[in-house]
């Protein structure tokens, strides 16, 4: 039997949504707590969003997972808890290895740095030393395919430009398991390719992988299992057939 | 949010507050997200900066001339010290400079790097950890700015120099504690980002910088000394300029007390709210 490298058991993200606006300013905010109903008024009228709820699902080794379901089913949502970004409500995750996440597009790149210098540090929110990302340099360049805007501060990047160094940084740091939103969809068709060669490379080199795609052909092309969520729950999660 | 790194490898994600043990690990573990952040903002100052090291002396050192001439002139306050004014002056306007600083740039540093905490995961206490460091390392370059000055007026400071370290750690404390603080809050409450600013300009005349505690009428001398920056500055006096200057324990000790108080309430503050910083938005 595989061990999974990830266990989601119970899980559940709570947002309070609040119809009243919500006191942005400090002035708001003690006027608030000192006029009627005190502190209490504040949180009146906010009512309970289930983001994610009861969620259960593994992902063993070599597995590639395709998350769908409409827009605001939670998948993006399920992809920041999996990433740390925010914190579970209910519920845990067990995660065995090191998670590489590519989150929407813009991922974790700092605005101001050089392409090179936003390589180390993704390198260094993912976990390896100047040392490792020294050695793994050139490949990741090459891979990106920006070479001529290394340093160039990235925001000044095409998004393209953007998906396609985080991408490659993300590819190259020997986690266990990627974990990929919709950014896929940005890089032009040569990139989009070179991308699926290397997740459905993964299996082979026992990584795992979870990405989200409303594209049936790139779900079809990738995936060894789908789960689709609706309203924050799982409905359904096989393996791909 | 816990997240431990267990022998064998499994990270635990839950809702709950991490322990103090976990807290400091992780922190560890992330610890060159640190070090490149510093690095490149260091390399941002001083290579981009026209004049480099020399702009980083200039400005306190125009400070000090300022308040020299509009404290030392106009008040003829410098009769009333035995160590050369400026060197008195000094002694304020370099930890003044630092924390006028250092508390802004910790503030804002949440509220900046957003889009970052939005996309990655990395112990969020790094952020204003770094926007502090960075101005520490200013802190102690600005020291030379004291040196030269005392090469000019061929003063050289005592024993009491020795002290010297723990009235700087002080310092970076109240630095350290305030912005954990006020960047949280900053998260939470933008007016915060007015407020701030506005308070540390007025705070510059309570704090003796310009004058010293002893210039102080008496009866006022302990309101003073609720601003820990006062007990902060007047213990730098004393090291640096020795005798003209009595060891003021009193200041010491309040100092003290309120900069660790700052410091621990801070990161436990920070703590406890620093995964909910991507939900508030």
Redesign the interface.
């Given at each position: 039997m595989s061990t999974p490298i990830i266990e989601i058991t119970n899980l559940g993200k709570l947002y309070r949504l609040s119809h009243r606006t919500r006191p942005d300013s400090l002035k708001a905010y003690l006027k608030g707590l000192v006029g009627q109903g005190g502190a209490r008024s504040l949180s009146a009228e906010s009512e309970d969003f289930w983001a994610l709820r009861d969620i259960n699902l593994t992902v063993d080794k070599g597995q590639c997972l395709a998350l769908i379901g409409k827009n605001g089913s939670g998948k993006s949502t399920l992809l920041k808890v999996i990433s740390r970004v925010t914190p579970p409500s209910t519920g845990c995750i067990r995660v065995r290895g090191k998670v590489a996440s590519l989150l929407e597009v813009g991922t974790g790149f700092h605005h101001e740095l050089t392409g090179r210098e936003n390589i180390f540090l993704n390198g260094a929110m993912l976990g390896c030393s100047r040392a490792e990302m020294q050695r793994r340099f050139d490949a990741i360049v090459e891979f990106s395919g920006v070479e001529r805007f290394l340093d160039t501060p990235v925001k000044h990047y095409s998004s393209g430009m953007y998906v396609r160094l985080a991408y490659s940084v993300a590819a190259h740091v020997d986690a266990d398991i990627m974990v990929v939103d919709e950014v896929l969809a940005v890089g032009d068709s040569e990139f989009q390719q070179k991308c699926f060669g290397h997740l459905s490379n993964l299996r082979k080199r026992r990584q795992s992988a979870i990405f989200v795609s409303h594209s049936p052909d790139i779900v079809r092309r990738l995936a060894t299992h789908v789960a689709e969520l609706e309203g924050g729950r799982l409905i359904n999660f096989s393996p791909f057939a | 949010?816990v997240?431990s790194n267990q022998p064998?490898?499994?990270?635990?994600?839950?809702?709950r507050l991490p322990s103090w043990a976990r807290y400091g690990r992780d922190l560890y573990?992330?610890r060159?997200?640190a070090?490149?952040?510093i690095h490149?903002d260091l390399i941002?100052r001083f290579r981009q900066a026209f004049f480099g090291i020399a702009w980083l002396l200039f400005k306190p050192l125009m400070m000090m001339l300022v308040i020299s001439l509009a404290f030392g002139l106009i008040s003829r306050f410098e009769s009333q010290t035995a160590a050369p004014y400026p060197l008195v002056v000094l002694c304020g306007v370099i930890p003044w400079y630092f924390l006028s600083n250092a508390i802004p740039d910790g503030m804002n540093s949440i509220v900046s790097?957003l889009?970052?905490?939005?996309?990655?995961?990395?112990p969020r206490i790094i952020i204003p950890l770094v926007a502090v460091a960075i101005n520490v390392i200013e802190f102690i370059t600005a020291w030379l700015l004291f040196a030269l000055a005392c090469a000019w007026y061929g003063f050289i400071p005592g024993w009491q120099v020795a002290v010297l370290p723990f009235f700087l750690l002080l310092a970076v404390a109240l630095g350290t504690g305030l912005s954990l603080w006020l960047s949280m809050?900053h998260a939470r409450?933008?007016?915060?980002g007015n407020?701030i600013p506005f308070l540390i300009s007025i705070a510059f005349f309570v704090t003796p910088i310009g004058y010293t505690l002893a210039s102080v009428p008496e009866r006022w001398r302990h309101f003073f000394l609720l601003n820990p920056v006062a007990g902060i500055v007047e213990g730098i006096r004393w090291s640096l300029l020795g005798g003209t200057f009595p060891p003021p324990l009193s200041a010491l000790a309040s100092a003290t007390a309120i900069v660790l108080a700052t410091l621990v309430s801070g990161l436990w503050f920070f703590r406890r709210n620093e995964?909910?910083i991507?939900?508030m938005g």
């Open positions: - | 949010m997240a064998d490898n499994i990270t635990v994600i839950d809702g573990a992330y060159e997200v070090r490149v952040l490149r941002v790097h889009h970052i905490l939005q996309k990655t995961y990395f809050l409450f933008r007016d915060v407020l995964s909910t991507v939900d």
